[in-house]
């Protein structure tokens, strides 16, 4: 009789912090490619709220971005009976995995995180062991499902390789027991920029409203944001070095229209800024108007977010469970 050849279908992982509003970074860099996976990966998307707390949350405001980013996740077309989603804190594995894992990782590999080194700079009164180890948590939300691809965007990459340098660190010392991930970052929009400092990138928890879209915000705020984007004093709608927030701008545009650069570079030849900032804010919020309407209705229905999470709970607890098991076991802990 031919052997029977059993074909595992791949996994893809990801999570997002419920620290603050999402951003047009957020959803271009990451939760926008989430569902390009579904129909051939088994899915695991996670809300990390253990992440979050790295950084001090108000309790009230955790609470409601916890239930805000898994209805952004659904309204960014994920459905929960295709893949699973789930609240981080909802599956003690985590944090467990994260303790072992921990014992497997330097301390000068976690000095040399340059998310902790920026977070550190910026929370200085607050640089507690939780900032520190956060990579290693992160490569348990991955190891944990045995993930096969995690999509992010290019800020996570040294987060990714540490997680696969712990993957074959304990691989090597106690014989295959995590799949090795490969990161997935998307060609374009991988790092979107501050509007404000072009420079800099966009992210969730800047103090300046106007350098930063958020998927929520309403369109007229998002057209005045993007008219008010930091450019250059040149005229021309070119992609070239020193043009960062030119160039920022036309990557914003090409994800929303599929353009490419040269596309663009035509398509604006011979019209000034001011056109062009106006046309991105356009079709930015164009693009974004379908998932606020459906967030919108999710948000309105807790009940059925909340059976989604459990729901998810469940499914993530039974594969992490099977992981957490296979290490304990040879770690050399007493089963029973
Ligand atoms: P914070 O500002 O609180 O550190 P953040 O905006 O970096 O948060 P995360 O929740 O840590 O957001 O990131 C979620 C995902 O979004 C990650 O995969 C990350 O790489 C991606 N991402 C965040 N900011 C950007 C950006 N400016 N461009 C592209 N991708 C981004
Ligand atoms: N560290 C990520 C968020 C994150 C994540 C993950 C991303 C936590 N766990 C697992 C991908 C896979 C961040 O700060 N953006």
């Known amino acids: ?6 074909i595992r279908k791949k996994t893809a992982l990801s999570g997002i ?6 951003t047009l970074g957020n959803y271009l860099g990451a939760l926008s490619n989430f569902s390009e996976f579904t129909s051939e990966y088994n899915c695991y998307y996670c ?30 077309g994920l459905d929960p009976e295709k893949c699973t989603l789930f609240v981080q804190s909802h599956v003690h594995e ?9 014992c497997f990782t330097m ?44 999509p992010i965007g290019q800020d996570q990459k ?44 966009m992210s969730k928890s800047d103090a300046n409203e106007n350098a930063v879209i958020r998927i929520l915000d309403t369109r007229d705020v998002i057209i005045k944001k993007f008219r008010r984007a930091v450019t250059d004093s040149d005229t021309c709608v070119r992609y070239a070095d020193g043009k960062d927030g030119i160039k920022n701008l036309m990557t914003i545009y090409s994800c929303f229209t599929g353009k490419s650069y040269d596309e663009i570079e035509r398509e604006f030849d011979g019209r000034g800024y001011g056109d ?5 804010g356009e079709v930015c919020a164009d693009g974004l108007q379908p998932v606020k309407e459906r967030f919108d209705k999710l948000m309105a229905d807790k009940p059925y977010l909340e059976s989604v999470m459990r729901d998810g709970a469940e499914k ?12 304990k076991r040879k770690l050399g802990f007493v089963t029973l």
């Not at 609470?63 to 309204?75: D, F």
């Not at 985590?94 to 921990?102: D, I, T």
């Not at 062009?276 to 991105?280: M, N, P, R, Y």
């Not at 993530?316 to 957490?324: C, E, L, P």
């Open 316 to 327: 993530a607890s039974r594969a992490a469970g099977k992981t957490v098991s296979k290490v």
């Open 94 to 102: 985590h944090a467990e995995l994260s303790w072992m894992l921990s």
């Open 276 to 280: 062009f900032k106006s046309a991105v």
């Open 17 to 22: 912090q419920p620290s603050g509003n999402l």
């Open 47 to 76: 809300v990390v709220d253990l992440h979050s707390i790295t950084v001090r949350q108000i309790p009230a405001e955790l609470r409601r971005r916890t239930y805000e980013v898994l209805a952004l996740y659904i309204s960014c």
């Open 158 to 201: 040294q987060h990714l390789e540490l997680a696969r340098d712990i993957a074959e660190r304990f691989n090597g010392v106690f014989s295959p027991t995590f799949t090795v991930p490969e990161p997935y970052i998307p060609k374009i929009g991988a790092n979107i920029m501050s509007l404000a400092e072009p420079t800099k990138k």
């Open 1 to 6: 009789m031919p052997e029977e050849t059993v």
């Open 107 to 150: 301390f000068g590999e976690l000095s040399r995180m340059t998310q902790f080194k920026d977070k550190s700079a910026k929370h200085a009164d607050n640089i507690n062991a939780g900032l520190f180890t956060y990579p290693v948590l992160m490569a348990s939300d991955i190891l944990l499902y045995q993930a096969d691809v995690v």
